[in-house]
């Protein structure tokens, strides 16, 4: 029978299992600029350092990114914006930001999807366009991020002064305590802070879907004073407000500044880098990917629901607080960054509802809380990131048996005590707001090169062929939403301190403190790029493969052991009726006469020829199976793979029948070759287990069992009927040299994922038809080559294990030494999911024919159903 050993490991030899752990030697010797550093330090689970693990799931990540969206920017910076700009303004300003984030976000999460290693973006800027790049922005992005904990610790203390009135307790004890908690969090691991961003974020989506309902019933009139609002502030104090306006003394109307519409545009566009500061966290997501779990199916998910929230927390947001806040209210530019200052609270003040700002007082510092958190994950994991590429001292990689990167977060962690900065008076008090402001126009810088990478990224895959439908996740409207992004941003970062320039207003604090994060990264750049003489990273020198082939296996082991979960009563009964109208679609026409109807989906066929270098990125390395139509060819042929057995190993016979007859030549007529044969009078119903292996010569294993041209009695007494036999998985090739040149090696089997040779061999199986090979996988990758005659081949992914083999335990689970020849053919009764199976989107049949290759991905599901006489030869990785 097929093989019955499952997937099974290769033993090692013990030189072999020596070699394969690396010293510390070995990674301290790592190149400065070697992208594939990443993969073999921060993903190897033999480094002696220790490697982060992917332990935050799907609903964490999916947090994460709404929590990068919802915090103090909108609950009280809104503010800000509203007063400079008026109500109309700050809406189509932050749409358009609104937009601009998305595209920066699509762009990041088909690289991260691909490539989900630790570091990512800042590796991904490595990998496709420099590696000083990716070395500027690390420690710019780690910078800014660090430098942004004190300041959410800061403001978390004076969130908590709101109730303390009388100031009897000094912000230090405050910021002392939020220290510990927030270093606290990180320190117990990855999976502990996606849990309490959980919860954090949860608290703030509830917070923000209540503040527009209250806000909605309030300008309808609903609130304690029955006012009914509507659009009244959009007609006065007006919907755009000019820059630089002063309230008038008397009536407090808005008065001076910039008049006219140049003035209405100014304080329009002023908005824009307002708006960035307050959707900044959302490329968190690009940190967390490289501890994420499944991040092929999950970080899509969060993604994808980016611009929803983006269009439901601001856009709505923003659009009721013009409704119920007039952009005049004084109190809207107070400095505070209590709920004092939220135009929430204001509107909800204003309406007499009394006990609403005490609760979003309370979200605010669970939101500066929250942004403490993710500030210092984010700033601590892209510092080990950058130790891991040898950017960063050696001893930042160095990681805890749970995964903690616990040096990067111990060194990270130093900028919490800046937060005691905030309690001096005068000169201690304003360094501290320089060096927040000098922080917070790198994360525009970020977007940039994140949107930079990703054209990049996108060009490289048009040149190596790589089809962008064959990845995990592709963004829309690409390339030209990443070049609108890249313009705007760019825009945006010239003119961020445009206000400086204007007659009476400047301030050298101001236009350094605005503009000195740019030279400061071109200096980090360029100083990093000379000294070790880095180039630009040309298209044909990209890197798609490295870290890849583990998130692939990662993906297919989480979907099969999702498919293993133990299931309640409830459940397995859900399983049972929803596969009702399966069962009755396949039972009542067999009932009626008609043939049994395998799987539905037909493999995916590929006639135009196959480069080896789309072989590896569509279908070797995502693991996809596929079959390629007449690849092979007797003869030279464009796009084809000369394969002179074609014609050379069958023949007709004198009655038009196909032989086998070119495999008896004096290279290999004699070779003993194993043979598998079916107990007497058993014939091809012979299960598992009624099955002989003898030895014999090819050519007369030929001629009795493939040719029927000898009888043939396998225990020297009169069979009633005559037994099956085929010739068992061996390699043949190597036993026979004018065989071998007829069918040579194919590219594909020799290109190894990075275009080096792999090891390989060679099996060669033949049989007569009506040859049934039971369901079973193989332990290798497969390239099947069919040479003579057709088959039938059903193709199950690995994680549709428990559907195939839904009544097994013990240690052969779910291998194919349980395979019964009767498993798709003759369903036993015992396998009511087995028509679940059969029916998913990843269960597929197809046929093979004279010249046809068939990609069958390691681990994967398959028998083979032989319709003639047949020869193949099969390639395995090893």
């Keep these: ?164 009135t009388t100031q009897s307790i000094n912000p230090a004890a405050w910021i002392s305590i939020l220290l510990v908690l927030v270093i606290g969090v990180n320190a117990l691991g990855v999976k502990y802070y996606g849990e309490t961003e959980f919860w954090f974020c949860l608290i703030k989506v509830v917070a923000i879907i209540v503040l527009i309902i209250t806000s909605l019933v309030i300008d309808l009139g609903g609130g304690p004073r029955g006012d009914r609002i509507g659009f009244r502030y959009w007609k006065d104090p007006g919907p755009m407000a000019q820059l630089f306006w002063q309230p008038d003394p008397v009536t407090g109307r808005p008065t001076g500044g910039i008049s ?101 007082n309370a979200v605010l ?141 400047w301030s050298t604090s101001s236009f350094v403190t605005t503009y000195i994060c740019i030279p400061m990264f071109v200096v980090l750049w360029l100083g990093w790029k000379f000294y070790h003489k880095t180039q630009f990273v040309s298209l044909s020198q990209m890197d798609f493969d490295t870290g890849r082939r583990q998130i692939d296996e990662n993906e297919e082991a989480e979907k099969i052991k999702e498919s293993q979960i133990t299931r309640s009563t409830l459940e397995r009964f859900w399983d049972w009726l929803i596969t009702i109208p399966s069962h009755l679609a396949t039972t009542i026409p067999l009932a009626l006469g008609a043939s049994r109807i395998m799987s539905v989906r037909r493999l995916l066929s590929i006639s135009d020829g196959l480069p080896t270098s789309r072989f590896v990125h569509e279908f070797f390395l995502p693991k996809r199976p596929a079959r390629f139509e007449a690849l092979l060819s007797p003869t030279p042929s464009t796009d084809k793979v000369v394969w002179p057995a074609l014609h050379k190993w069958s023949s007709l016979d004198a009655n038009g029948r196909e032989t086998l007859d070119g495999l008896k030549r004096p290279d290999s007529a004699q070779i003993i070759v194993p043979v598998e044969i079916s107990r007497p009078n058993l014939g091809y119903n012979a299960a598992p287990g009624h099955w002989d292996r003898i030895e014999m010569p090819l050519a007369l294993f030929v001629d009795a069992f493939v040719q029927g ?107 194919s030494a349980i395979a019964s020849e009767h498993d798709l053919l003759h369903p036993a009764h015992d396998r009511p999911l087995l028509s679940t199976a059969l029916a998913s989107e990843d269960a597929f049949v197809t046929e093979l024919g004279p010249g046809d290759v068939l990609y069958i991905p390691k681990g994967w599901y398959h028998c083979v159903q032989s319709l003639s006489i047949s020869a193949s030869v099969n390639f395995w990785y090893l």
Excluded at 4 to 26: H, R, V
């Design 365 to 505: 510092l669970v939101t500066t809380w929250s942004a403490a958190n993710s500030d210092l994950y984010a700033s601590s994991r892209t510092i080990y990131a950058l130790a891991l590429e040898n950017k960063a001292p050696a001893f930042l990689r160095k990681c805890t048996k749970n995964g903690l990167p616990v040096w990067a977060l111990v060194v990270t962690s130093l900028f919490g005590p800046l937060a005691y900065m905030s309690c001096g008076a005068g000169g201690a008090e304003q360094a501290f707001e320089y060096l927040y402001d000098i922080s917070a126009i790198s994360i525009i810088i970020a977007w940039i090169i994140i949107l930079c990478t990703y054209a990049r990224f996108y060009h490289g895959l048009k040149f190596h062929g790589i089809a962008r439908n064959t990845l995990p996740y592709t963004a829309p409207f690409q390339p030209y939403l990443t070049y609108f992004g890249i313009i705007f941003l760019s825009l945006v970062l010239l003119f961020a301190g445009f206000t400086v320039f204007l007659n009476g207003q």
């Design 260 to 360: 006219g519409a140049f003035g209405r545009f100014l304080a329009f566009w002023n908005v824009f880098v307002q708006s960035a500061f307050s959707f900044a966290g959302t490329e968190i997501i690009g940190v967390a990917v490289g501890e994420a779990e499944n991040p092929r199916k999950n970080v899509p998910k969060a993604i994808k629901r980016v611009f929803w929230r983006i269009l439901l927390f601001y856009v709505l947001a923003i659009f009721m607080v013009g409704l119920v806040v007039p952009y005049t209210d004084p109190r809207l530019l107070n400095g505070s960054s209590d709920a004092s200052a939220s135009p929430f609270v204001l509107a909800i003040s204003n309406s007499g509802i009394r006990v609403l700002p005490h609760i979003v």
């Design 1 to 164: 029978m097929a093989s019955t050993d499952g997937i099974a490991s290769t033993p090692l030899s013990p030189d072999m299992e020596k070699s394969s752990i690396p010293s510390s030697d070995s990674y301290a010797k790592a190149a400065y600029n070697d992208p594939s550093a990443i993969e073999r330090l921060g993903m190897d689970e033999h480094s002696p350092d220790g490697h982060v693990q992917r332990n935050l799931k799907q609903r964490h990540l999916s947090m994460i990114a709404l929590g990068g969206t919802i915090g103090t920017g909108l609950f009280v910076g809104l503010g800000g914006s509203l007063a400079n700009a008026g109500p109309v303004s700050t809406l189509i300003a932050y749409m358009i930001m609104g937009v601009v984030v998305y595209s920066m976000m699509v762009a990041l999460g088909e690289v991260s999807t691909l490539l989900a290693v630790p570091g990512g973006f800042t590796h991904h800027a490595t990998r496709f366009l420099d590696p000083s790049l990716g070395f500027a922005l690390g420690w710019t992005y780690w910078y800014s991020y660090g430098i942004t904990i004190p300041t959410e610790i800061s403001a978390s203390a004076i969130v908590i002064q709101y109730w303390d």
């Design 709 to 815: 041209k000898i009888p043939w009695n396998n225990d020297g007494q009169a069979a009633q009927r005559q037994p099956v036999g085929y010739l068992a998985q061996f390699d043949l090739l190597s036993k026979a040299p004018s065989l071998a040149a007829e069918a040579p090696a194919l590219p594909h089997t020799t290109a190894g994922p990075k275009g080096t040779n792999e090891q390989w061999r060679s099996n060669t199986w033949i049989g007569p038809p009506a040859t049934y090979t039971p369901l079973h996988r193989d332990p290798y990758e497969n390239i099947f080559a069919q040479v003579v005659g057709r088959k039938r081949i059903h193709l199950f992914a690995p994680h549709l294990a428990p559907y195939l083999y839904i009544n097994q335990t013990g240690p052969q689970r779910n291998t």
